[in-house]
């Protein structure tokens, strides 16, 4: 499996802020998740089901991934809260 990674990095002087994911959001933020088979899984399916499909229904699987992977909602300590950049 290849993961394709952006080379921008966030300048120095906003190391909290940066306008688009830079290599620090996907290297700390993406990879990691990768290390769990269903994950991995998951987007390689998504990955596949985009190869020759119209460019309506890869807009519905962009969307499909974007909010269950970018933003969402979790369950912890016995309350829903939101997740994501």
Known sequence: R????TQYIRHPSKPL?????????????????FAD????????EIGLASLGASDEDILKLARCYWHSVEFGLC?????????GA
């Open 17 to 33: 802020y940066t306008p688009e994911p830079d290599v620090c959001h996907e290297l700390l933020g993406h990879v990691p998740m």
């Open 75 to 83: 369950r912890e300590g016995g309350k829903n809260k939101a997740y």
């Open 37 to 44: 088979r269903d994950f991995a899984d998951f987007s390689q």
């Open 2 to 5: 290849t993961f394709f990674c």
